[in-house]
């Protein structure tokens, strides 16, 4: 399990400007791992959102995959509608309203839109702004390995101590270590964050892993914050079950929701968290210093949001499975490769470790000879080491490219089993 290291010294004067905060994001521990801290290994990929004019998978295509018809639509009528502009900070009364009742039956949880919904701007905003409302420099957080990227990031910025729980492996793929999790959480922790399904892997957590989280949750009381942004993007025949509706779960429960991904409206910046009042209130707090409300036009969207767009996600459900078997089918034409198609989401966690190249090496390798970006496995914890993640929510014609041309430069390079 890692560990936070020592604070560091403030810069001296006319070095860094930036604050000791901020200067823990970079997580400098990790360079016993990858040889620099995270942030420079960052910097040293091009991993800065810009894409540099290769094929990034990094993120979902939004123009192969766009929003549905009816999105542009509420969106722009929201515009024309000056009395929209300003809404109550964790987000628009009627707004709240309507999509209370499909979230609650989304969850399996009752839902009061005053108490128990905040609006944010993305999901992205309602990670930081609920850890912010709940985390005290030096609280000890329990934290997934693998799990998002700037997870851990924004937990160092608040000065927790974080302690990260391994998966085991199952049939089912990856499952959240409830063994290590026990162990951490005797010892105490403020909160786990985990995410399912699980941001890199794809791993859907099983009925069993998610009752056995809730009864730690309960046995050890300990708040749980999920990232359940990609709950509606599980393959077929794959269960889902949401924690918050858990015995004991409703009360102590942060769930994260949004459009963002499977229904491509990352560019609205709009996401649900849904928690106890108390969590919400605090949330509000945050919201109003930071952003004061998600985007007042955006948040129309979720009045459709979960209810005209059910087909349009089983078709896009659909079209992204074919694509996963294609990737998968691909990439195992690389000797050594190790790929496991997930359950949900559009991502894949190939294990390069068997080709004898490190995760930053094969993201170096893939940008100079296949023209292709990958996440890089360090940046999703300690365990990423040695893998990469590729989104391959992509236009077919162009991904068979560049499938083309990765699978060519892995089995080409002279570095293998060095």
């Known amino acids: 399990m890692e560990q936070n290291p020592e604070p560091q010294p403030r810069s001296q004067p006319g070095s860094r400007l930036e604050s000791r905060r901020l200067r823990a994001t970079h997580l400098?521990?990790?360079?016993?791992?990858?040889?620099?801290?995270?942030?420079?290994?960052?910097?040293?990929?091009?991993?800065?959102?810009?894409?540099?004019?290769?094929?990034?998978?990094?993120?979902?295509?939004?123009?192969?995959?766009?929003?549905?018809?009816?999105?542009?639509?509420?969106?722009?009528?929201?515009?024309?509608?000056?009395?929209?502009?300003?809404?109550?900070?964790?987000?628009?009364?009627?707004?709240?309203?309507?999509?209370?009742?499909?979230?609650?039956?989304?969850?399996?949880?009752?839902?009061?839109?005053?108490?128990?919904?905040?609006?944010?701007?993305?999901?992205?905003?309602g990670l930081f702004t609920t850890l912010s409302a709940l985390v005290d420099d030096g609280d000890t957080v329990a934290l997934a390995d693998p799990e998002y990227l700037f997870v851990e990031r924004m937990l160092r910025f608040l000065g927790a101590r974080v302690v990260r729980v391994g998966m085991v492996d199952g049939p089912d793929g990856p499952q959240l270590d409830l063994d290590a999790l026990d162990e951490v959480a005797g010892n105490g922790i403020r909160l786990l964050l985990t995410s399912n399904p699980n941001n890199p892997t794809g791993s859907v957590y099983t009925e069993e892993t998610v009752r056995g989280l809730a009864r730690l949750a309960v046995r050890h009381d300990f708040l749980v914050v999920v990232d359940e942004l990609y709950c509606r993007l599980v393959y077929p025949d794959v269960p889902f079950f949401h924690l918050a509706?858990?015995?004991?779960?409703?009360?102590?429960?942060?769930?994260?929701?949004?459009?963002?991904?499977?229904?491509?409206?990352?560019?609205?910046?709009?996401?649900?968290?849904?928690?106890?009042?108390?969590?919400?209130?605090?949330?509000?707090?945050v919201m109003a210093m930071t952003c004061l409300r998600a985007p007042a036009y955006a948040q129309q969207l979720l009045t459709r949001w979960l209810v005209d767009d059910r087909e349009f996600v089983r078709r896009r459900v659909e079209e992204l499975r074919v694509i996963r078997d294609l990737t998968v089918e691909r990439l195992r034409q690389v000797d050594g490769l190790v790929v496991r198609p997930g359950?949900?989401?559009?991502?894949?966690?190939?294990?390069?470790?068997?080709?004898?190249?490190?995760?930053?090496?094969?993201?170096?390798?893939?940008?100079?000879?296949?023209?292709?970006?990958?996440?890089?496995?360090?940046?999703?914890?300690?365990?990423?080491?040695?893998?990469?993640?590729?989104c391959y929510a992509r236009d077919e014609a162009q991904w068979e490219a560049a499938l083309d041309r990765m699978v060519k430069a892995l089995n080409d390079t002279p570095d293998r089993h060095r």
């Open 28 to 125: 400098p521990e990790r360079a016993r791992l990858i040889g620099s801290s995270v942030r420079e290994a960052d910097l040293s990929l091009r991993l800065d959102g810009a894409g540099h004019g290769l094929l990034d998978t990094t993120h979902f295509d939004t123009v192969r995959f766009p929003p549905p018809d009816w999105a542009l639509e509420t969106f722009a009528l929201a515009a024309g509608d000056g009395e929209l502009a300003y809404t109550a900070y964790r987000g628009g009364d009627g707004v709240r309203r309507a999509c209370a009742r499909p979230v609650a039956e989304l969850l399996g949880v009752d839902v009061d839109p005053d108490r128990h919904l905040v609006l944010t701007a993305g999901t992205q905003s």
């Open 245 to 285: 509706a858990q015995p004991g779960m409703a009360e102590r429960t942060v769930t994260m929701l949004g459009g963002s991904k499977t229904e491509s409206l990352s560019g609205y910046r709009i996401g649900v968290v849904v928690a106890p009042p108390e969590i919400v209130d605090a949330i509000e707090q």
């Open 343 to 390: 359950a949900g989401t559009a991502y894949l966690w190939p294990d390069v470790s068997a080709l004898g190249l490190s995760d930053v090496a094969v993201a170096r390798l893939l940008q100079r000879e296949a023209g292709v970006v990958v996440s890089p496995g360090y940046q999703f914890g300690p365990s990423g080491v040695g893998r990469f993640r590729i």
